[in-house]
């Protein structure tokens, strides 16, 4: 839902790669990334077709499970700037694939013709937003070192698809310093490389409907939720729900041991009662309530940023003492 670009992206490159795979392997020397071939004989067309269609499935499977995790950017930027960030990851990418082969000639000796196939650049640029823009939410941890995150499930994925082939590694480089430069305020890709708004509003009309899915109805929606893909995701893994509940309930005793007790009764009236017209009735005295504890706007824009409003960001890190990771439990999960 909500995600039409990702659903495509989704369909169409992964049902062109099994059918390549099982039906036309004969058709498979024109999806090839041949380096020689775009240098020596010119065949820019074959950017096009090397750079979008794997003809691994394990790199289809590994980069099929990343865009799906990947989605929520699309829900949160919007379509347009979601293709704007990937149409500019892709051509830097290609760029920079070029430049890291001749470098690894020039300094190593090492004679590159070809790079495996597929849209891989621009999924390891999308991991530059998940890094930064995601917070990291312990679930738990594994012999009491090693912590288990929301975010070690994508990491692994993209480990995976890193040591599924030998010179992977340069796709994975170029698609992460191309997701930087388009993420850096400083060098101002983003405006230079975007979709337009004429060119979003044609593929809107004709591709959006057909990629389009109807919200979900069987779903009841939480007062408190962020996004909807962040809720449907919670609710569909439930198991990683209940450990990341667990997990806010040890963090809550670890702070009644050290005296920061997180007031959780201050937290929840407000957000039980929001759209209750007598909420007014219900509200506890000025006596009642501690002085508000100061926040972080840092904190409060990362919240937002997910797709909380600004008043219930400031309850939660009020509430949580200004702990980024129990709040974003807590919303998430209410």
């Known amino acids: 839902d909500k995600a039409p670009l990702s659903k495509s992206l989704l369909l169409v490159p992964s049902a062109i790669s099994i059918l390549l795979t099982l039906l036309f392997q004969h058709y498979q020397k024109f999806f090839a990334y041949n380096l020689q071939a775009i ?85 390891f640029a999308l991991f530059v937003p998940f890094y930064s823009s995601i917070p990291r939410v312990q679930v738990t941890q594994v012999l009491g070192y090693f912590s288990i995150t929301n975010k070690t499930l994508v990491y692994i994925l993209g480990l995976q698809l890193l040591t599924s082939g030998s010179y992977i590694w340069i796709l994975a480089l170029s698609g992460l310093v191309s997701g930087i430069c388009y993420n850096s305020s400083i060098l101002k890709v983003h405006r230079i490389l975007c979709v337009p708004g004429w060119v979003a509003k044609i593929f809107s009309w004709t591709l959006e409907p057909i990629f389009s899915s109807a919200e979900p109805t069987n779903e009841i929606r939480v007062g408190m939720g962020a996004t909807v893909d962040i809720q449907r995701q919670q609710r569909m893994e439930l198991l990683d729900r209940q450990i990341m509940m667990s ?41 009642d309530t501690p002085p508000p504890t100061e926040v972080s706007e840092e904190q409060v824009a990362r919240l937002m940023e997910m797709g909380f409003s600004r008043g219930d960001a400031l309850e939660a890190l009020r509430a949580s003492n200004n702990d980024l990771n129990v709040a974003t439990n807590f919303l998430l999960q209410h």
């Open 39 to 123: 240098k020596e004989d010119f065949q820019i067309w074959r950017l096009i077709c090397g750079r979008t269609i794997c003809l691994d499935l394990k790199d289809t499977f590994c980069s099929s499970l990343l865009i799906y995790n990947f989605r929520i950017f699309e829900r949160r930027y919007g379509s347009r700037k979601f293709s704007s960030f990937l149409l500019g990851a892709w051509m830097l990418s290609a760029l920079f694939d070029l430049l890291l082969v001749e470098i690894a000639q020039y300094l190593f000796g090492i004679t590159i013709n070809s790079l495996p196939s597929g849209f891989l650049g621009p999924v």
């Open 247 to 287: 997990q806010v309930a040890q963090m809550r005793r670890q702070r009644q041991q050290q005296g920061g007790m997180i007031n959780w009764n201050r937290l929840f009236p407000p957000l039980r009662h929001r759209h209750n017209a007598n909420y007014q009735d219900h509200r506890p005295s000025e006596q």
